[in-house]
């Protein structure tokens, strides 16, 4: 299918994340606080694989489960209003960047 007759959203700017550093306790850490309408999220080169998930109940990602990123992969986009809706989890000490698209 093709570009014409689609609309896309355009952010007005950036919201530069500082690299988060992931825990591997069952539930995660919270990627970032902030209003957004879109994040991108890139496992670094090297790591381990991480896994991205929400932040309560049967939601939050644990090993093995949520949406897995692999080290050096190509960012992924999560559309989504708030950065602190986002957990994540893998191997201890590993850093994770993102950056949240601002409307």
């Known amino acids: 299918m093709g570009l014409i007759g689609r609309s896309f959203e355009v952010g007005s700017s950036l919201m530069t994340g500082g690299l988060t550093q992931v825990n591997e306790f069952s539930g ?3 990627l970032g606080s902030g209003a957004v309408f879109s994040v ?3 496992n670094i080169s090297g790591n381990a694989p991480v896994w991205i998930g ?3 109940g049967a939601n939050v990602p644990t090993s ?3 949406l897995i990123l692999y080290g050096g992969a190509a960012p992924t986009e999560i559309r989504i209003n ?3 809706k986002i957990k994540i ?3 201890s000490g590993q850093l994770v960047s993102w950056v949240g698209l601002l409307k």
Request: charged letters at 10%; aromatic letters at 6%.
């Open 89 to 91: 989890t893998g191997v």
């Open 64 to 66: 093995g489960r949520g």
């Open 28 to 30: 995660g850490v919270f």
């Open 54 to 56: 929400g932040t309560s």
């Open 82 to 84: 708030s950065v602190d």
């Open 40 to 42: 991108l999220v890139s």
